[in-house]
């Protein structure tokens, strides 16, 4: 159990117990730009904040023991953006596993990524190869970027997976189930996130783990993700563990 403010006599909705701790977090980081838009700077200057905020979110996350945290860094849309913003953000990677390694291997966390990393231009794929090798026999917190991501590829890619084996007579049609798509897809080896959140306002799942998020919690918070605090994470899994799941059965107690 996790008793942060225990001291505190009337704690505030962010510094109540978390007691019911989701084993995987999913967030869509939005609101970079806006961030940066109203403060008169360069977009960019948004997303270099925006890891900060990556970095301060890892540690927290490791810290409250979530197991999973998948963070929607690149979709297979964000190419139509700008060349300086598309350059910029392919940056990132090598920017922040220089900075933040260290940090990383202390905190025993593992790094993997979802999505089409071969499109990558060559120094991505290798800062992000890099990280994932570096960090491999971590056995902490799973970090997983989502990269060159888009949930419906990744679905199309599955289904001819599938048809191939059926093809190759490796399946048969009608032993198809969702226990074998789901290992088709990107996301084989971790649970469906019990929760996602998605930053500055915006209510929608933009092509991001249409498959996976079925029986999700959904948390949509006005801050940009450039704000988003410890205080505005710990509010958000305390609404969290306020919901009742019921899996579209019923809970009668
Ligand atoms: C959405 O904000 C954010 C992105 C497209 C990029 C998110 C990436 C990071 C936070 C850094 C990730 C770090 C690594 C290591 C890959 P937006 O630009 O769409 O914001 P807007 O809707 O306000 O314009």
């Known amino acids: 159990m996790f008793n942060f403010f225990k001291n505190s006599k009337k704690a505030s909705i962010e510094e109540k117990n978390l007691i019911k701790i989701p084993k995987h977090v999913a967030i869509i ?25 990556v970095k301060k979110i890892t540690k927290i996350a490791s810290s409250l023991g979530i197991e999973y945290l998948t963070l929607y860094a ?9 060349t300086r913003e598309v350059n910029y953000l392919m940056s990132l990677p090598e920017k922040m596993f220089d900075s933040f390694m260290p940090e990383l291997m202390e905190n025993n966390v593992k790094v993997q990524v979802i999505g089409d990393i071969d499109k990558l231009p060559i120094n991505t794929k290798m800062a992000v190869n890099n990280a994932i090798k570096k960090t491999e ?23 001819k997976n599938i048809a191939q084996d059926c093809i190759d007579n490796k399946l048969l049609v009608d032993s198809i189930t969702e226990e074998i798509v789901s290992k088709k897809l990107y996301t084989k080896d971790y649970p469906d996130p019990d929760l996602l959140i998605r930053t500055s306002g915006e209510q929608r799942v933009s092509n991001f783990l249409l498959w996976q998020l079925a029986y999700s919690e959904f948390l949509f918070v006005d801050c940009a993700w450039p704000d988003f605090t410890e205080k505005e994470f710990r509010k958000a899994l305390f609404y969290y563990q306020m919901r009742d799941r019921r899996y579209g059965g019923l809970n009668e107690n």
């Open 29 to 53: 980081m939005d609101g970079n730009g806006r961030w940066a838009k109203s403060r008169n700077l360069p977009r960019i200057k948004g997303h270099y904040e925006g890891m900060q905020t």
């Open 74 to 82: 690149f979709s297979t849309e964000n190419w139509s953006r700008p």
């Open 137 to 159: 026999n971590n056995t902490g917190l799973k970090l997983i970027f989502a990269l060159n991501y888009g949930s419906k590829k990744e679905i199309v890619d599955a289904i």
